[in-house]
């Protein structure tokens, strides 16, 4: 079961992050054709149609999907360092300082992903920076008070007290006891974390927050193929199906680290 | 269901011939009269419904000399606010506030006489103070008015007395009624313009949501024909599908205008609605601020003009509706004349355009789109256009407010692109001030010189002669002109079809 739970994640994730890399050495046409005629149905020449512009339809989809994964790797990258550091931070912090962390953690996680990209947007163009800091500066929230619970419980143990009446530096404990002990856990919530940047990006661009046209981002081809899906439905499910892959495939990822990473739950099941 | 299609288009293009028909018809329900399919409706129609009416053009503000966008005319003119004279839904313009006009013979001073017994929604009573506190208001310093320079000729406005308005004029101006059309008289001792009214209109404000609706009320003590209906409700929307779907689930009876040809399809070969097809005034334009570089070269502008194919961008957005335009001039304008072939497309010619104004490969600039439908596929279909010659264009997506200032105010642009409604326009190519910033002194003479025109084929002869100018300029790239498509539930009737200046006289629709 555990098996067949990473497998399948595996492969789901795996095909759009296939898709992503032949999109860098070869597309069906190039990304700014639109020589296929307005809403061109399945089939050939054009496997999925064309959207209203004449551009073909899977082309746009494989484009597409290395926005997702960038937007998605790019603001876990981002999120995964803040959120780390800072919940290394507050884990070894004195009371004080390490209560006003947690309140700040708190007051962010409340905080909706989508009104601080909208923020950010105002202040910054919509762009794909935009969107990698905003929903990278959301997930930091989530993975500190993660990080920082994980801190604690370890500086809790009898070895850390045995290492610091032994006189060994604070940066050893760090690198030599703590990170070992919750990287697991962490990487576990970071795939998850990914999935839901994929969701996140794809909301942004269908509201237009964005990257800019003409970059063919999912969300932004859900929005456009609204107002032709009574006669082109295509154009709305194939992106809708490769979010759904791609977010089900990470979260089969994470689901199935899990179980490897957890000597506890690999007993229990 | 699908063979009665045919039969409901024919009843409605019959009508709207009989509309043309009796355009020159007196008081506000003239419209109504002939309406579609409202000989057998209009018997039975409830005089107390609320017309809800969908539309995606919510206004910036309530006040149309300060930039309250094409949303404030639609909710308004005609309905809220009232001119001296009105343009009705067939292009004509007939006396309204005005009851009686005198030109002297050296066309210099027209005496107006005013309707008498008209009140504001205030109460107070209409006289000639409020008509010169309202002209001045658009003239004024500080007026947004799209109009404002067409009133450039006015010397003096003086009031005799009560009922009459004397205006002269420091020049012949033959369309000097026609403008008047659109200047709304507001009491003149009204405040907060921006965010309420005072207007002699058969409505009156109800609310205004911002953001969601705006409501207009049955103003009982209106001196013309009382409304069809109670009042209507303004709802606005910021995407045509959510609009449709408005329509189809009953939240809505009628659709201002669509902006999608594909959501047609499921209102097609349904009973329960009925779709025309009108005359439109609005066209898409590719707008160059023709004083910066590279636009300030005429050549670069035919380059980029016949870089994109109009007509495959024109199909791609509606699918077959639609009309090419090869300058600004929509062909219900006295002016038309069929200038596509001016700057044809014809890439190979573009790129020798290019390579004699100096930029043999090509050139980038950023492309200032509206946020809004159509304007961001359009964007993405000229950037691809405009790849084909070596020109970069980087796609910078703007809300309307920020096209106001940055645009429109503040000419902090290259390109820009932008829907203009208004008939007759052409005219603002004479203006080197207007934002695009033509400035060609025999253009600018001519528009002059057709004002001042005695007769209207003196002033018809000229404005062709600006429009084939600008063409040759391609003063600005003209994409295309909107088709008109109102779907209204069947069971209402006297509601305008045609989409002139985006005006919507809502008084004359009927429920049943």
Known sequence: MRRLTLVSGCVLAGAVVAIAVVSFLWLPYPPEDTSGGRLAPPGLPHLLGTDKLGRDLFTQLMIGARIALGVGLGSVALGGLLGVAAGLVAGFATRWLDDTVAVVLDILIAFPTLLLAMLLVAVRDASLGSAILAIGLAMSAVVARLTRVLVKRVLAQDYITAARTSGTSWRRIVTEHVLPNIWPTLVVNLALQLGLAVLAEASLSYLGLGPPPPNASWGRMLQEAQATVLVAPVGAIAPGVLVVALVVGVNLIADGLRDVADPTRRRTR | MNRKTPWLIGAVIAVALTLTGCGSGSGPESGAQGAPAGTAASGSHDPEATIEIGSLYEPQNLDNTA???????????????????????????????????????????????????????????????????????????????????????????????????????????????????????????????????????????????????????????????????????????????????????????????????????????????????????????????????????????????????????????????????????????????????????????????????????????????????????????????????????????????????????????????????????????????????????????????????????????????????????????????????????????GYPVNGLNSQFYAYGIKKS
Do not use: C
């Open chain 2, 67 to 493: 930039g309250g966008g094409q949303g404030v005319t639609e909710a308004f003119n005609g309905n809220v606010y009232e001119g001296l004279f009105r343009l009705t839904d067939e292009g004509k313009v007939e006396n309204l506030l005005a009851e009686s006009q005198e030109v002297s013979p050296d066309g210099l001073t027209y005496t107006f006489k005013l309707r008498q017994g008209v009140t504001f929604h205030s109460g107070a009573p209409l006289t000639s103070a409020d008509v010169k506190y309202s002209i001045e208001k658009v003239t004024a310093d500080d007026s947004q008015s799209a109009r404002k320079s067409s009133f450039d000729v006015i010397k003096s406005i003086e009031t005799p007395d009560d009922a009459t308005v004397v205006v002269k004029l420091s020049d012949k101006s033959i369309s000097f009624v026609y403008n008047l059309s659109y200047v709304w008289i507001i009491n003149h001792a009204a405040k907060d313009l921006a965010t309420s009214e005072d207007g002699t209109g058969p409505y009156k404000l109800g609310a205004w949501k911002r953001g969601s609706t705006l409501s207009l009320d049955r103003f009982d003590g209106y001196w013309g024909t009382k409304p069809a209906n109670k009042g209507v409700v303004f709802h606005y929307f910021t995407e045509a599908t959510a609009l449709n779907n408005a329509l189809l689930t009953n939240a809505v009876d009628i659709v201002t205008s669509e902006q999608s040809p594909d959501a047609l399809a499921q209102f097609q070969g349904n009973d329960d609605y009925k779709i025309t097809n009108g005359k439109s005034t609005t066209k898409l334009l590719l707008a160059f601020n023709d004083r910066v570089k590279p636009f300030n070269d005429r050549l670069v502008r035919k380059a980029v003009s016949s870089a994109i194919d109009d007509k495959k961008l024109l199909d791609s957005i509606w699918a077959g509706y639609g009309t090419l335009i090869g300058s600004m001039v929509p062909p219900s304008d006295p002016w038309y004349e069929d200038l596509t072939s001016v700057n044809p497309y014809d890439v190979n010619l573009a790129k020798q355009q290019l390579a004699q104004a100096g930029y043999p490969d090509g050139f980038s600039f950023t492309l200032d789109t509206p946020s809004y439908d159509p304007h961001p596929t359009a964007a993405t279909f000229i950037k691809s256009e405009l790849a084909k010659v070596g020109i970069n264009v980087t796609i910078n997506v703007i809300t309307a407010d920020e096209w106001y200032t940055k645009v429109y105010k503040n000419r902090d642009f290259t390109a820009t692109l932008q829907e203009h409604v208004n008939d007759r326009d052409v005219v603002w190519y004479g203006n080197p001030d207007f934002y695009w910033g033509y400035d060609n002194p025999d253009v600018a003479k001519w528009v002059k010189d057709a004002e001042r025109s005695d007769t209207v084929e003196q002033q018809t002869e000229l404005l062709k002669k600006v429009n084939r100018q600008i063409a040759d300029d391609a003063a600005s790239d003209w994409l295309y002109l909107y088709p008109q498509i109102v779907v209204a539930a069947s069971n209402l009737s």
